[in-house]
């Protein structure tokens, strides 16, 4: 690309990006305190120096009462390869509120820059001067959002990653990031709802945000000190290094419940010290322990877990460094379907009827299960990058499959198969008997047709790929498989191809059978035979006998009669 100024401008204009490394800039000596022993190595290995990390730094004010957010916002770049002219920055907000968060004001190494808005989640930074392979660019933009109200009980499009109530405020996706592209040069480009952090490459962040009085801000890395401000405000800095991307929660009321995994510490940020609020906790500190020794080290010293009014359907979010849960599944309170991503079957009462005797314990697990799954995250998805958007199978199939080896190493292979029948293999089930089609799995998120179809697809038929694998192959080499699978593709991109590719490489006598698995449950439908249907004429046998643990009263059978007639005639 060619620049408006010739090439000589460059030496006033652009950093050496040699100079920088000679000693490496504050925040990130202090983002690398986030990581754990002999992690900045493993780091460096697979991306390069730390020094040439892109610095993503943010000075940021959060109203929650009025539920806005004003700051400033730099990114420092390493331009490697070719010329530059421009710098392109993601809001993934606007993906959900294409009205959500403004940039103004670029600059370029401090002189005023051009500032474009191609489309509704894309801004992109006119460079002075062409950027060549061996400079550091640094882009300075403000920053206005405006955050939406979350509604816990409602059907919210990014499920409450972006918005406040009252007392919490979550800002996932606000700090505008350069988005990767694709080997085809195509840019990435955000789910409709929310940014995924597996897009990102691995960055450091430092990241100040003033709080008003009384209210307390959580983000992932060190913590680096609270500082008062006028008006009774409180200012937080953390800083992380290696981090795909960085949320912020603002909020009101949390405690801080804390134990020790390992080396790591986690800490449960939830609003009761009471039961509820210490299993969070407990569930949290044996996921890290367990997956350190099966799988090799997590990154950071410190995992945070939130507490957080998620919009239905949502039981919890990952990112790296902290995950949150839903507000609704650590009271209990949640609705059992909105755990199987199902809540819209709730609109029939029949289903209702139905399905509730078979879901009588699935609140019990839903909450272990969830954190479990969110912590498997930190390493698939947070730790091995994946494209979210076009190959959603490349990490959520996987997580879900080590959320059930986690229970099955904690409680045993009957519990772990409790809740594969009636959590996993449900949300496929209850998908087809609302008169959802089977499909393949590996497909863009934009090609499913509802969150219901897409939770029984992804979340409840494709994990059991991983079944067959693990059972083809053995459990200890298995087990040996996803070590190394972490090993080589720490910090690196996959696709929904590599775990097999790896498990082949374990067991090189089983590679063809292996890859025939993949394609029968990734890329073609064999649903209803390798995962089962319902069986409702045993069923509703049951609940008209007694025989179940819920009889049907008279008004339920008729409903439910109706409901059977409906499917024979689909």
Not at 261 to 273: I, L, P, Q, S, Y
Not at 511 to 531: C, I, K, M, P
Request: proline share 6%; charged share 20%; glycine share 8%.
């Amino acid at each position: 690309m060619t620049g408006s100024f010739a090439r000589g401008g460059l030496v006033a204009l652009l950093v050496s990006a040699s100079a920088l490394a000679d000693e490496l800039p504050p925040e990130l000596q202090l983002g690398l305190k986030a990581l754990r022993s002999g992690e900045q190595a493993r780091l460096e290995k697979a991306v390069g120096p730390v020094a040439n990390l892109p610095l993503y730094r943010a000075d940021l004010t959060v109203d929650v009462a009025h539920r806005k957010v004003v700051g400033r916002i730099s990114l420092t770049w390493h331009v490697t390869g070719e010329p530059i002219d421009e710098v392109l920055l993601r809001t993934t907000p606007n993906a959900a509120h294409t009205d959500a968060v403004t940039l103004l004001n670029a600059a370029v190494n401090g002189q005023a820059a051009a500032l474009e808005h191609p489309d509704a989640t894309l801004w992109r930074v006119k460079l002075p001067v062409e950027a060549v392979a061996g400079t550091a660019v640094v882009v300075e933009v403000s920053l206005q959002a405006a955050l939406p109200v979350i509604e816990p009980e409602g059907e919210l499009p990014d499920y409450g990653a972006f918005g406040a109530t009252d007392d919490f405020a979550s800002l996932v996706g606000l700090l505008p990031m350069v988005p990767p592209t694709k080997p085809n040069g195509e840019l990435f480009s955000p789910p409709s709802g929310m940014g995924d952090l597996s897009a990102f490459a691995p960055s450091a962040f430092m990241v100040s945000v003033s709080a008003p009085s009384g209210m307390q801000v959580v983000m992932p890395g060190v913590a680096l000190g609270e500082v008062p401000e006028k008006g009774g405000r409180v200012r937080f800095t953390n800083a992380i290094v290696g981090s795909r991307d960085f949320p912020v929660f603002v909020a009101r009321g949390l405690q801080k419940l804390s134990g020790n995994a390992g080396d790591v510490t986690v800490e449960a940020f939830v609003r009761k010290d009471d039961a509820q609020g210490r299993a969070v906790l407990d569930h949290a500190v044996y996921a890290v322990k367990e997956l350190h020794r099966r799988l090799g080290a997590a990154p950071h010293q410190t995992l945070r877990v939130v507490e957080a009014p998620l919009g239905k359907g949502a039981g919890g979010m990952e990112f790296p460094g902290l995950i949150t849960v839903s507000r609704m599944l650590v009271s209990g309170s949640a609705d059992p379907l909105s755990a199987l991503g199902l809540s819209g079957a709730a609109a029939n009462p029949a289903v209702m009827t139905m399905v509730l005797p078979m879901l009588k314990n699935l609140m019990r697990s839903s909450l272990e299960f969830t954190v479990l799954h969110e912590v498997a995250h930190q390493y698939f998805a947070c730790l091995i990058g994946s494209d979210a958007v076009d190959e959603p199978v490349a990490d959520e199939p996987l997580t879900q499959h080590t959320a059930l080896l986690l229970l099955e190493w904690r409680r045993g292979k009957k519990a772990a198969n409790d809740v594969r029948e009636g959590q996993v293999k449900m949300a496929y089930q209850m998908w087809r008997l609302m008169g959802g089609a089977d499909t393949k799995a590996n497909q863009p998120t934009g090609a499913f047709t509802s969150s219901t179809q897409y939770a029984g697809i992804v979340y409840g038929k494709a994990p059991l790929l991983f079944d067959a694998q693990r059972k083809l192959v053995g459990e200890e080499a298995w087990e040996r498989t996803l070590r190394s699978y972490v090993e080589q593709y720490r910090y690196r991109w996959v696709t929904s191809k590599t775990l097999t590719q790896v498990a082949a490489k374990v067991s090189p006598g089983r590679a063809t059978a292996l890859d025939e698995l993949r394609r029968r449950w990734f890329e073609e439908t064999h649903g209803d035979e390798d995962v089962g249907t319902l069986d409702l004429d045993k069923l509703f046998g049951d609940l008209q006998n007694g025989s179940s643990d819920m009889k049907l009263d008279p008004e339920a059978a008729k409903m439910f009669e109706e409901l059977m007639r409906q499917l024979e005639g689909q």
